[in-house]
Every structure is written in structure tokens, then in C-alpha cells.
């Protein structure tokens, strides 16, 4: 017991009942926590709206889910005439299985004992067990278009379409944000990169002892700022459902989906996203299953089976974060989102990533500190001067479209009828004969909008 | 004994997928085809103990690539049939010998990995599969990935270059169009806000029904000039509504303008 956190080695000796209770203990595990996060998500948003949310099934409308999940699996199941059969049967199961996979390699606790056995609280583990959770995103997008293209309807196939720009280009950011982490913790492997996170040193300040922080997103603040936001893109929630932006698109992609079974895949695919997410964000950045800091103090709070409840705590809290981002953010505009993905987080991240390696390599014990810093500054100073080159060009260019603009509001004012903006006759009788403000003081001058 | 089984298994899915991607007559069928083969590559990657090379092939080729040629086949449409013109002269004998020429390349490559001795798995992945992976990458083979990343950006820069379009004149803002909008009304006396709905006051809201005017009169921005027209045609067009258009006419021909439908925008 002195070492809990387990390795790859540790994977890959467990009985295949044992593989079976654990796979079987995931599956459940997601159905019923996308029951639950289905009403926890219907009931915290309407609390945030001042209202009740379901409260008719069950205590506190508990059942509400299992009712609608039912009402689903009872309704009958359309076919509409003219969709292509194969590929409209096909794409909610391509959605949902991908989803169920990534899970098996989030670590949900350290060794315990099961029946006897000790084994890692985790399906399995590969040396790219990251990889594995972005392969399985790009399998599911797969769901999301062919469910557009196979539907045969605009609606739908403009939803695909944009779910796979949307989901590709945030797929690339999302994939940046997991390289700083890659670096720091020098493993691509789930359970390693949580025991990396296991405890930082402690911080000497007027006599006490405080631990530093060992998580991630401490120390990788700006790629958790990233990943948080791509994860939002990644599973098609708010702000950046527009897959399926019911304004614009009715239902996006799973417009042709009309409520039944089929559709339940869909919603279940997206709930099992946003935990698998969630999950990731946890194990990368939140120290996985580590205890928080005051729980942490007390020693056996990370052996056993304890940890599973911080991982869970963690998970719910992650969730209702996705749901508190619903209740607050409007939807993006398409071109705002793409804009946002390519021109500002994934140069960004980029840059980031660079300063940490930076830092990384200067920590390095057998290295040239000053042939590092001396590319760094050469890199700095030619960025700087990219920038400042720039930002003369785009100065300028605001100064001339300013003096434009306020060259045709003079003339407006000389001439009130010259450019045809409905300004009333200053003889009017109600004026009595006084003179505009903007006449009499040429110094009082209008703040016109747009001009900066 | 699990490798063979998986084996077998992916060779009968994979060869009946390649057979599915050439015969196949629609082109997303034949693009999701190939997506299966490329899945089916991967698997059997992670059989062979190359688990990074599976989740790279699965991200960039199944995820990425198959991705984007299934965005364009969608864009292209459901139902369009190749064309059958041959645009590019020589194209089949250049064809022809582009696929000789490939196929001798790889029957090399095949020949040279199977007669030379092989050096193992262990030897091959000593500090782990992904370390020594990247240290192949960045030491021995550092020149012909940098390359291979220069062909990539330059193939994506002639793409961009293909598809910039130079703008003859800038782009008209919401803000210019609205300005340009009250010039016209300012020299032309041309209604800037939106045109009222039909059926507005009125008892119905059919296309071709005018709205009315809070005192119950015509409203004649809100005639539809091209139902009119049919309606004349047909003499069914209401009477209040021809009155209208008659006097309308009448004003514009003693004014000298030319006739000109009122609503309809008129272009830069």
C-alpha cells in the first residue's frame, strides 16, 4: 500500500471476469449517469431561470428521464421516404459506441482490491491512452455528418456539415491544449499523468507549510483555458451548439430524427461526450483522482476506495459547469466560432506551448541556459516586431477610416440635406429661433459611432 | 492466435471495403468506404503492438482527411454523376505509368523489409513505443519529415492561393449599406426602412393582398408589382389596387422619371 498509484505495468494482468465487471461497471455507470445529468441539467438551469424544472415523476422529478428515456423507446420509429436507409440507421449507432470507448481509459481510482485481485480502478491503459480519447472524438463526428447527409433534408446536412468544420478545427486546438501536459508530465498515458499530479513540494512562508499545487491547471493554466473552451465545441453544447442551433437549423443534424429510439442515441451520445470531456479535463488538469486540498491532508484520502468519490465530486462539478455556461452564454456566430478556433486558439496555444518548452528545457539538468535564453529573446524581439509592424498598418488604418467618417459628418453638419439624412428644417416654428448647439459651438462636436 | 483471428477477420472486411470504395457508384459511399479501410489499418496497427501509429492513423487519416473529402462530396451533392470527359491530355498512359512506377516502389520497399533480418519488437520499442518512435522521427529521419511537412504546407498554400479571390472594391458593411440607403432616400425621396408586410391592418395576410393604412386606404409600397402584373393578366386584380397603379404611373410620366417598381431595390 505504500505506492497506490499505478503505472502501465500495472495494466494488462487483470482476469478476464474482472475486465468484464469493470466494462460492464463503466456502461452502467454512463446510462445512469446520463439519466441523472439529463435531470440534474433540467433542474440546476431552471433553478438559474427561476423556475422548478421537472418536479411531477418521482421525488423531485427524479423519474422524469426514465419517463421520457421510456416514452422514446415506445414511440413509434419513423423512416422517412427519402432517406438513405443504410447510413440513416447507421449513424446514431457510429455515435454513440466511440463515445462509451473513451471512457475506458479514464482512471477513476488507484489500486484497490476486487475479489482478492488487486488492480488498477481503470478498464485499461495504453501509452497513448490520450490519443485514444481524440481518435475516438473523430470516429463520433462521423455520427453527426452522415446523420446530416443520410437524413436527405437542408436542415440536416447544413448541421453536418458545419459539425464536421466545427468539430475538426476544434479537435486540432483541443489536441494543441493536451501537448503542454505531454511535456510536463512526459507520458501520454492516462494513470501516469494523474500519479504526476500526485503532490508538489511544499511552499515555507512564515513558518507553515503549505503544499503547492501539484495539479495541472495550475501550473498549464492557459492550456486548461483552452481545453475548457474546445470541450464546449467539441460536444456541440453552448455557446457553440450550432450543429443543431434550433433557431436557425430547427434541429441541425438530427433534424429528421424525430423522437424515438433513434434519437434517444443521439442525446445519449451527447451526454456520454460531456462526461467523457469532463472526465479528460479531470484526469489531465484537476488531478484525476486525487483528493482537493483540504481533504488531501488527511493521509488516507488517497488510497482505497476513496478517491473514486473525489473523481466523481469532480465529475459533477465539471458538469454543472457545462450547465451553468448554457444558462449564461448566447450562441456564437458560425463564422465568429471558426474565426475564434483558428485565428485566436490555436496561434495561442501555439505560442504557449513554445514558452513551455522554453521553461522545460531550461530546467533540464545538462543544459546550455544561455544559448536557450538567447533564442528565446531572438524569437521574442522578431515577434514583437511582427506585431509592432502590424499594428502600425492596422493604427493607420483606423486613423484614415476616423477622419473619413468624420469628413462626412462635417459636411452633414454644413449641409443637413447634402448626404439626405432625415434632419427636420431648422426654421421650424418649436425651435423659436434657436440655433443647434451643434451650429452655435463647432468645438461641441457629435460622438459618432464606429469612429473609435 | 488473437492477432490471426483479427487478422483474418480485418483482411475479408478491409478487401471487401477496397472492392466496395472502387465499384460503389456514389462517390460518399465510396469515401465512406475507404474511411472503413483506413479504420480496419488501424486496428490492425494496435494489434502489431503499434498502438501510436493506430491513434495517429485513426485522428489525422479517419478523423481528418476522410473527414474533409466527405465535406466536399456533400458540398458537391447528393446525386451528381462523374463526367466522363477526359480534360487532361495523355491522362490514362500518364495514369498508367504513375501506378507501375508506385507499384515497383512498394514491391522494393515490401521486398527490402521482408528479405533483410528482422530486428524485433523489443529492439525496436526498448524505451517504449512512443520515445522511440520520436526518436527515430527527430534524429534519423528528421530531413524527410521536415520535407514532408514543407510539401504539406506548400500543397495548402497553392490551395489558399487557388481559392484567394482579390476584391475589386471593398466590402459594403451593414453600416455602408445602410448609409447608402438613407443618401438614395435623401435624393430620391426612396422609402430607407423595410417595406411594410402585405395583409398589414388588413384581413389577410396573403401575398397578394396590400396592406392597408391605419385610415383604411392602399398602402402602395406594400403592392407586389410582379403578383400585380399576373393579376392584371388575369383581371382579377383589385380595383383600389389598379387605381393605384394607374396613378402612379401617371405621376412618374409627368415627372419624366422612368417607371420603376417602387419597392425594388435599385443596384449600385
Known sequence: MNNPAPNLSDFGHDPLWLSIIKALFIFVFLMVGVLLGVWTERKLISRMQHRYGPNRAGKFGLLQSVADGLKMGLKEDLMPRTVDKVIYFLAPVIIAVPAFLAFSVVPFGPMVSIFGVRTPLQLTDLPVAVLLVLATASIGVYGIVLAGWGSRSPYAILGGLRSSAQVVSYEIAMGLSFVAVFLQAGTLSTSEIVAKQAGGGTWDILGMHIPTPSWYVFSLLPSFLIYAITMLGETNRVPFDLPEGEGELVGGFHTEYSSSLKFAMFMLAEYVNVFTVSAIAITLFLGGWHAPWPISIWDGANTGWWPMLWFFGKLVLAFCFFVWVRASLPRVRYDQLMAFGWKVLIPLNLAWILLAATFRALRLPEVDRGGILALGAVIVIGAFAIWLRFDTTNQRRRERKAAEVEEEFEQLREEPTAGGFPVPPLDLPHYHGVVPAARLHHEAKEVTSGSN | ?268
Open chain 2, 1 to 268: 492466435m488473437g492477432e490471426s483471428i483479427t487478422f483474418w477477420v480485418l483482411a475479408v472486411v478491409s478487401v471487401i471495403a477496397a472492392l466496395g470504395l472502387v465499384f460503389s457508384r456514389r462517390a460518399v459511399y465510396s469515401a465512406l468506404m475507404l474511411g472503413v479501410v483506413m479504420f480496419s489499418l488501424a486496428v490492425l496497427y494496435a494489434v502489431q503492438d503499434a498502438p501510436f501509429l493506430a491513434a495517429v492513423q485513426i485522428i489525422v487519416y479517419t478523423g481528418a482527411v476522410m473527414m474533409l473529402f466527405l465535406f466536399v462530396l456533400m458540398l458537391v451533392g447528393v446525386d451528381s454523376s462523374d463526367s466522363l470527359v477526359e480534360t487532361i491530355r495523355g491522362q490514362r498512359f500518364w495514369a498508367v505509368l504513375a501506378g507501375l512506377a508506385f507499384a515497383a516502389l512498394l514491391g522494393l520497399g515490401i521486398g527490402n523489409a521482408v528479405l533483410s533480418p528482422p530486428k524485433g519488437l523489443a529492439a525496436a520499442n526498448r524505451a517504449g513505443n512512443v520515445p522511440s518512435l520520436a526518436e527515430l522521427i527527430f534524429t534519423r529521419h528528421v530531413f524527410a519529415f521536415e520535407v514532408t511537412s514543407a510539401l504539406l504546407i506548400t500543397a495548402a498554400l497553392g490551395a489558399m492561393v487557388l481559392a484567394h479571390r482579390e476584391r475589386a472594391e471593398p466590402k459594403q458593411t451593414q453600416k455602408d449599406l445602410s448609409r447608402a440607403r438613407f443618401v438614395r432616400f435623401g435624393q430620391l425621396g426612396r422609402n430607407p426602412g423595410p417595406l411594410p408586410g402585405p395583409g398589414t391592418y388588413a384581413r389577410h395576410n396573403a401575398i397578394d393582398m396590400p396592406a392597408l393604412l391605419p385610415d383604411g386606404s392602399v398602402s402602395p409600397l406594400s403592392v407586389n408589382r410582379v403578383v400585380a402584373r399576373y393579376e392584371a393578366a388575369e383581371g382579377t386584380l383589385p380595383p383600389e389596387v389598379e387605381r393605384i397603379l394607374q396613378e402612379e404611373a401617371l405621376s412618374e410620366r409627368a415627372n419624366g422619371h422612368v417607371a420603376r417598381p417602387l419597392g425594388e431595390e435599385d443596384g449600385k
